[in-house]
């Protein structure tokens, strides 16, 4: 029975292969979706969980007093304490970051080096590919096949020697005593070189000690006898509030939290302070799943309407298996394994698709690293199946249930007119426009976007600026000399955290009001390069003395929340709870960081260029790699020993603009494949609708029937239908694209109806050009030809 | 072997109900070769519809070797239909997408009969049918006549214990039609019953009685001798 089940299937799907082709091509892709979608939603849910101790630790984060927000950073003293004293702590242990300069004598860059002990390797799984660990040796350091490579090339590591802050008096060498396993993508903890916490230095490059209540380390441990001690741990931990507050009295803490390491990446976005990794970005979860959901309705969809229509030509079969002895089961299972087959095919060329699109979708972002593993994944076979399941219920389910109800007699009298008109597909029809639309609509509102971050007025220039990063005053004046010295060059300024590098949020008081603001010192000339427009007041006098002590700017965002009511200016602010300045000005917005961060409250002080982080140069665009060059040939001539680094402005908007043009490339394929997939649909229809209705077309065009009538009697219904579709998916899109911009960016373009415009006339143009072809071919045939055929 | 009493067939659209078959009484016995003729619309089609247990009568009993069937469920039917009923159509009614063994092979399948003897049994009647050479053909690549032997095949080749021909004749040509009814003749000499609706006078004189139809009714039952169908 089976083997003539397939036999008819495989000669059926031949017949109609161009049908199937599309159907498995759709259903391939709209699978592979689904499997992306999956692996994502793991990588994510899975984050930090290949520890084997994992459910035991718990990292402690601190709670402020003033504001109630979380920081990632604890007193150093505490992890300690709380293994001495706390009961149900069974370990403690902390760990530290720095982006500190490093060297091989040869090659020279900036890393981020972590602090810890010995420990670390027995609470975390990470493993050594060679060598031994030896931290309790502060001489000693352990870094991952990545550093390795990059400073060491293909030879071997272990036993090779690194310096660690060449540039700086208490630089340091150490030997590499181990070679580390990279840390998967989906790790809190992200290292590069490991070593002692005794090679930890402060801002005054004086060692840290690990006793003083005011050090705040990065990242506390805590790992528990029992993790269902959470709460009375933390509990427990109050009892050093008291000493950490008077001890710290401008960093007062409300409590200490504890998160299991499980699931901190997912709270880490809540996190002010944090220097380990954090989860996906929800919207990239949601919006996969969203997209392979909906995707594999339209395929489905899709399939269901063409196994509607092609079933209007096995009527036949039908009829003649249950009057020979084939019974309504047989049918149901005989159409529904024919659907399983389908999707089977559709799956395999969806695993392909998957194999083919993974490496480029990990490409795509930073932050993911996905791969198709079957062997030991029994959650991935299982979600293979389900969907495999589903998909072949979706769309053999309504044909295999509805047809094989048919009463023979009524088949072979010809009474049975089943060729894809009916409500239920007309309303599989208006479903899949709705969601290519949404796909349209999404896919224009990131085009917009994408331009509008392109050219929008961000408030400062962006053409024709670069910086270098400097460490101190002597190498920002030699530098400064050497871009002087360049004769394209128009203009040098110096800043302390310039735009782009997230500046430091501090606390300013007005009044009794505090408040936490943006805090960005600039040097002389920095707001005439970066053409940052005053809006009232005025700007800094760098002849003034008092203005680098007591003057202060404000930006826009601020002037709008703190002084509704009043003049900003002369209002006198503290900074730093001592220092005193008063408003001279207020700028225009913008946009500190990226579009993904809120333009924020920012105060600009002047400063001075032992203060200076960066060294800023304005040129014309087409002079900034002549000039890039120059400066890098004279950081090496006189700062061998240190990293040139060097950004162009937009190097800090590309990662906006990179998420936006993915997110944009992701809607246009998704579209393009719904859209196919839909007119595919609506054209089985039409033609399906001629070949049911060519007899009554014949007689109307006999009888004198325009062009126009016969297109319109055969088309309506379906484009009725469309348009609903449209309207629906529309709206549908336009509230989705809004949802989807606001989770990912502070500042974007937002969506206005022109997009769905735009995939109106896109949807209606190609439902057009779909469908003319059967009527076109409606209203050239002979119509003798028609009535004979009949 | 067929008995029917006072058989009712109404088809109820929204707004009328016509009567396909009124109080329709016939009786009809093992190794009869029955002809029913009737103009179009007369309800011969729905009758033997009925007969092949592929529609249920609206009233009425109808016994079918000995079983009260009219009110039997769908799947009731279709297991009396595949081990007692075969079925031949004007329009063949082959599956296009079988060949003419795998056609004629499928009664089988459904009865759960052995690969083997399936193999066998169908060898057997497309030999007697003269269609083993065209075996692994399509039915798109016979002619009507073929189509037609291969759709008599079909229906012999569970030797049912019935055979229901509607219009079996209607699509073909003259010296086709007659080797279709020939055969028939032959089944029906070797005990088959046969049952078929036409609306030629000369293929009904196969039979060896005719019942004539009108109006959902019987009018006429005609026996014929022997001799006539020869």
């Known amino acids: 029975m089976l083997q003539n089940y397939f036999k008819v299937a495989y000669r059926h799907f031949w017949k109609h292969k161009v049908h199937l082709l599309i159907n498995v091509l759709g259903l391939g892709i709209a699978l592979a979706s689904c499997v992306i979608a999956y692996l994502s939603w793991k990588f994510d849910h899975d984050f930090d969980h290949f520890h084997t101790r994992g459910e035991q630790i718990f990292r402690v984060v601190s709670i402020k007093k003033d504001n109630l927000q979380a920081f990632g950073v604890c007193p150093a003293p505490l992890a300690a304490a709380a293994k001495a004293e706390v009961s149900g702590v069974q370990d403690a242990l902390i760990l530290e970051f720095r982006n500190a300069v490093i060297s091989n004598g040869k090659d020279t860059d900036r890393e981020r080096i972590s602090f810890t002990e010995n420990a670390f390797f027995e609470w975390f799984d990470f493993p050594l590919l060679s060598g031994q660990i030896r931290l309790d040796d502060a001489a000693t350091a352990v870094i991952s096949e990545a550093l390795a490579i990059k400073y060491f090339g293909t030879s071997d590591p272990v036993g090779q020697i690194l310096t660690i802050y060449p540039d700086q008096p208490f630089q340091k060498q150490l030997l590499i005593t181990g070679l580390l396993k990279d840390t998967p993508v989906n790790s809190s903890i992200q290292y590069e070189l490991l070593t002692s916490v005794e090679n930890m230095y402060n801002r005054d490059n004086a060692q840290v000690n690990l006793k003083d209540w005011t050090y705040l380390t990065d990242a506390t441990f805590l790992m528990l006898k029992n993790p269902e001690d959470q709460e009375r741990v933390s509990r427990y931990l109050e009892a050093y509030l008291p ?204 085009t917009r976007n994408a331009e509008f971050q392109k050219n929008a007025d961000i408030g400062f220039q962006r053409e024709g600026i670069q910086a270098i990063r400097i460490p101190d005053e002597q190498t920002f004046r030699v530098m400064e000399a050497n871009a002087r010295q360049h004769p394209q060059v128009q203009a040098v300024a110096g800043v302390r955290f310039h735009i782009g590098d997230s500046a430091p949020r501090i606390e300013v008081k007005f009044k009794d009001k505090k408040q936490e603001v943006e805090f960005m010192p600039v040097g002389e000339n920095y707001l005439e390069v970066m053409d940052i427009q005053l809006l009232s007041g005025r700007s800094f006098d760098y002849q003034l003395s008092t203005d680098f002590t007591e003057s202060i700017l404000i930006n826009e965002k601020f002037a709008d929340l703190y002084f509704q009511d009043g003049d900003p200016l002369g209002q006198q602010l503290t900074l730093f709870d001592t220092l005193r300045y008063n408003v001279v000005g207020v700028v225009k917005n913008f946009i500190q960081d990226n579009f993904h961060d809120p333009i924020r409250p920012l105060v600009l002080t002047l400063t001075k260029p032992d203060r200076f982080g960066y060294l800023v140069i304005k040129t014309q665009s087409a002079d900034m790699l002549e000039v890039r060059d120059h400066l890098s040939v004279a950081w090496k001539k006189d700062f061998a020993q240190m990293p040139f680094e060097h950004y162009f402005q937009d190097d800090f908007l590309a990662s906006s603009l990179k998420t936006n043009t993915n997110i944009q490339y992701i809607f246009s394929v998704f579209a393009l494949i719904a859209l196919l997939l839909s007119m595919t649909g609506l054209n089985s229809l039409v033609s399906l609708n001629l070949l049911k209705r060519l007899k009554e077309v014949t007689i109307r065009r006999i009888l004198g029937a325009r062009p126009s009538q016969i297109a319109y009697l055969l088309s309506a219904h379906f484009l009725i239908v469309a348009f609903i579709g449209l309207a629906v998916g529309g709206l549908i899109g336009l509230k989705l694209s809004e949802m989807l911009l606001n989770s990912i960016y502070q500042v974007h373009v937002g969506v206005t109806y022109f997009s769905l415009l735009v995939a109106g006339i896109v949807v209606v143009i190609v439902a057009f050009l779909t469908i003319s072809r059967s009527i076109v071919q409606a209203i050239t045939a002979n119509p003798s030809d028609a009535l004979n055929n009949d | 072997m067929i008995r029917i009493e006072k058989l009712k067939k109404v088809y109820r659209t929204e707004d009328v109900e016509t009567t396909a078959l009124n109080e329709v009484d016939i009786t009809i016995n093992q190794g009869e070769f029955v002809s029913i003729m009737g103009p179009s619309g007369c309800g011969k089609s729905t009758l033997l519809n009925i007969l092949g247990l592929i529609d249920n009568p609206s009233g009425g009993a109808y016994h079918f070797l000995d079983h009260e069937v009219s009110k039997y469920s769908e799947r009731q039917r279709s297991m009396l239909r595949k081990n007692n009923i075969g079925f031949i159509f004007q329009s063949f009614n082959l599956i296009d997408e079988l060949t003419v063994f795998e056609n004629v092979e499928l009664p089988l399948i459904y009865t759960k009969v052995s690969s083997r003897d399936r193999k066998t049994r169908v060898e057997e009647v497309l030999e007697r049918m003269n269609m083993m050479h065209r075996r692994n053909h399509f039915p798109q690549q016979l002619s009507g006549g073929q189509q037609q032997r291969v759709a008599v095949a079909r229906a012999i080749v569970n030797n049912p214990k019935i055979i229901l021909a509607d219009e079996p004749t209607g699509n073909l040509d003259s010296a086709n039609g007659n080797d279709v009814m020939k055969t028939l003749v032959h089944l029906n000499d070797e005990g088959a019953t046969i049952i078929m609706v036409t609306h030629s006078q000369f293929c009904a004189e196969f039979g060896n009685r005719i019942i004539r139809m009108l109006d959902g009714q019987v009018v006429t039952e005609n026996l014929l001798s022997k001799a006539a169908r020869l």
């Open chain 1, 243 to 446: 000493v950490q507050n008077q001890m710290h009295s401008d960093w007062q803490i409300e409590k200490f939290a504890l998160q299991p390491l499980n699931t901190m990446a997912h709270h880490a976005d809540d996190l002010r302070w944090n220097a380990l990794g954090q989860s996906l970005p929800p919207s990239m979860v949601w919006g996969m799943t969203l997209m392979g959901i909906l995707l594999l309705l339209t395929a489905s969809l899709n399939f269901t309407n063409m196994s509607i229509s092609l079933s209007g030509r096995r009527l036949k079969e039908i009829g003649v298996r249950k009057v020979i002895g084939g019974s309504r089961k047989q049918l149901i299972w005989q159409l529904l394994m024919e659907g399983l087959l389908i999707s089977l095919i559709a799956l395999g060329v969806g695993l392909l698709f998957t194999d083919w699109l993974l490496p480029r979708y990990n490409q795509m972002w930073t932050f993911v690293d996905l791969h198709l593993v079957f062997t030991q994944n029994l959650p991935l076979v299982a979600f293979l199946i389900a969907v495999l399941l589903t998909t072949t219920f979706i769309a053999a389910a309504y044909p295999a249930f509805y047809i094989s109800g048919f009463n023979p007699t009524g088949i072979f009298r010809g009474k049975v007119k089943f060729a894809g008109a009916n409500l239920f597909s007309k309303i599989l029809l208006g479903a899949q426009v709705g969601i290519s639309t949404i796909a349209l609509v999404a896919g224009f509102a990131f």
